[in-house]
């Protein structure tokens, strides 16, 4: 089974994260094998990003979604800083701005969606408003509720648009993350990360597991798949999101746009050679 089949949340199915193990690495038992795997579609990656680039029909929109500690920002570096970054770019969702709050939820998505021929990753998303939103009650629950619909109905008109949409949400077990806040305590280059809420939001571990459960149930669709990427394991991590990468945009068949000039014309006229008199 490729990975793209291997991690999909199936449209319609129920999800439960903890059926899901966090440990599993289909197979692969060292870190040193996995790296070859995703140095090489890393140059795949690259490859097809440029004739997404190239074409400039369509563009392609990553969600990123994690627990504190997650690997978000590990993902974003190992293997989407693979891609070229003209045409590539990151928005954080951070808590918004008194701007963004005159305005609905996914005001603020919508203005950062990718343009033709781009890719942009989310860190966090428009999710965040079925999450943070429900869990720490900063909307009554008749409002979050109606954000589902809401977010199927804004994902299906962007992919009807030509903005592809994969949504990766990277699934750590609760000692992992407790195994990473610890690792950043004790390395000084890592203190800026650490946040008051880190450990009191551990607190609602249950309750965040829950709103995953159900972003995951309500939300996976055809149009704008989730993938639940197992990822205790750094490498695994990041070799699985590469290979479902690759994959989806293998499958897209895309093409280098035919040329806008007569190129036999050019190479004749400036690249025949002339013999000296
Ligand atoms: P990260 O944790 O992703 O590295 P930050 O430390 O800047 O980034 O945290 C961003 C914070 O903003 C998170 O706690 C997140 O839950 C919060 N946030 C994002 N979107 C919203 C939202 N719509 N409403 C409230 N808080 C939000």
Redesign the pocket.
């Known amino acids: 089974m490729n990975y793209f089949q291997r991690f999909l949340i199936k449209p319609g199915s129920k999800v439960q994260l903890s059926d899901i193990d966090p440990d599993f690495r289909n197979g692969h038992e060292s870190k040193k094998d996995a790296l070859k795997i995703i140095e090489r579609n890393n140059l795949r990656l690259r490859e097809l990003q440029e004739l997404l680039y190239a074409e400039h029909k369509r563009s392609l929109l990553i969600c990123l979604q994690a627990i ?1 500690t997650g690997g ?2 590990g993902t974003i570096s190992h293997v989407l800083g693979a891609m070229n970054p003209q045409g590539c770019r990151v928005a ?5 701005t008194s701007l ?1 709050r005159d305005h609905d ?1 996914l005001w ?1 998505a919508h203005r950062d969606v990718p343009a033709k021929g781009e890719v942009t990753i989310f ?4 999710y ?2 079925v ?3 429900r869990i ?1 009650n ?1 909307a009554p629950k008749a409002t979050w509720l109606k954000h589902y619909n809401q977010i199927n109905d804004f994902e299906k008109n962007l992919s009807e648009n030509n903005t592809h949409i994969i949504k990766f949400f990277l699934h750590i077990s609760k000692d992992e993350q407790l195994r990473r806040f610890k690792e950043r305590l004790d390395d000084p280059t890592k203190h800026w ?1 650490i ?1 008051a ?1 880190d450990y009191t ?1 551990r607190t609602r571990w249950d309750d965040y597991i829950t709103a995953f459960d159900d972003m995951l149930s309500e939300c996976s669709t055809k149009h704008a798949p989730w993938f639940v990427i197992p990822a205790n394991y750094k490498w695994f991590r990041d070799l699985a999101i590469s290979q479902i990468m690759v994959e989806y945009l293998e499958a897209l068949h895309m093409k280098c746009p035919p040329p806008s000039v007569n190129i036999e014309q050019i190479r004749k006229k400036y690249h025949s050679a002339k013999k000296k008199a």
């Open positions: 504190d978000k920002d954080s969702f951070r808590q918004p963004e939820f603020r860190n966090r998303s428009h965040e408003d999450l943070v939103v720490h900063l990360k946040s809420t939001d």
